[in-house]
């Protein structure tokens, strides 16, 4: 058969949005710049400020730098598409988006186990944390998760960079996801879907389980305080973390775990922007709103200035 290589796409965006599309634009630009500011204040608050200089501070700094690659990855594509009803990527570029978005994805999730496994230790085993959680192990721990992700993930992206897409190069989305491409591509996807579906099991459930192992583990060490303070306390630690546990996986379940054909397109857009747009928006202002330190910081921040 003839095929014509693509060697673009056409993301749609949100055609039928067309005429609000200076308000859409407008209210998605404040949003962008506020995540940005919020994340790259929530690095600087923990770069230099001596009293956020402990695991919890330095893994979600790392935290903050994935919602800050999510966001700057996804946004600005989908702004262009908003203004000029539609935006045309290259084919490497949108193989390389799929590739960091993937990637933070996977990197997301086991640093938010990595940050449970913390909090595990700062409450069950409180006399021997210092002595566990030391600086080597720190650093072992945030490097592991952006390896796993940047590294696994070639084996999702690969069979996919490898596809044939004849003719159409129009991506209803407004950014290069699995889905799309899939439906887009005359190749065969069958034995990709399959692969993309086995490893996304350890990948995604793996982090999943621990999580909430190690919340059982602290939900029962804080269920005997004695005292109803120490317990409020002891919970206002890490409610910031389960919080920000759940927004994720709640619209990653929502967009991945739900079959795509009983999906329809315009339901999986609005939870793939909870997903890429809001959800790095809520991170900081989480953990800045429910965080005495984070707020003392940024107090003593705003007083030397």
């Not at 739900?258 to 315009?266: F, G, R, V």
Request: with cysteine.
């Amino acid at each position: 058969m003839n095929q014509t290589r693509v060697t673009e796409f056409f993301l749609l965006g949100f055609g039928n949005l067309y005429n609000f599309r200076i308000v859409f634009f407008n209210l998605f630009l404040i949003i962008f710049l506020f995540t940005v500011m919020g994340n790259l204040l929530i690095i600087v608050l923990v770069s230099t400020n001596v009293h956020l200089q402990s695991p919890m501070y330095y893994f979600l700094c790392h935290l903050s730098f994935s919602d800050l690659v999510t966001s700057t990855n996804i946004v600005p594509n989908m702004l262009g598409a908003i203004l000029l009803g539609g935006m045309i990527v290259t084919y490497l570029g949108c193989i390389i988006q799929f590739y960091f978005f993937s990637g933070t994805i996977i990197t997301e999730c086991y640093l938010l186990s990595v940050m449970s496994y913390d909090r595990y230790l700062a409450i069950c085993n409180p006399l021997r944390y210092s002595s566990i959680m030391h600086f080597k192990l720190q650093i072992c721990l945030s490097v592991w998760p952006w390896l796993v992700g940047l590294t696994v993930n070639l084996i999702g992206v690969m069979p996919v960079s490898n596809y044939n897409f004849c003719h159409d190069n129009i991506i209803d989305h407004f950014y290069c996801d699995f889905f799309p491409l899939q439906k887009l591509s005359c190749s065969d996807t069958s034995l990709v879907e399959l692969e993309a579906f086995l490893f996304s099991l350890p990948l995604f459930i793996f982090p999943c389980g621990l999580i909430i192992v190690t919340y059982v583990y602290i939900f029962h060490t804080i269920l005997k305080i004695p005292s109803t303070t120490g317990k409020q306390k002891t919970f206002s630690t890490c409610s910031s973390h389960l919080i920000v546990v759940g927004t994720f996986y709640g619209t990653l379940i929502a967009k991945y775990m739900i079959p795509s054909k009983e999906q329809s397109m315009l339901i999986n857009k609005i939870v793939s922007l909870l997903h890429t747009v809001f959800t790095p928006l809520f991170n900081p202002i989480i953990y800045s709103l429910r965080n005495q330190d984070i707020k003392e910081a940024l107090k003593k921040l705003l007083t030397n200035h």
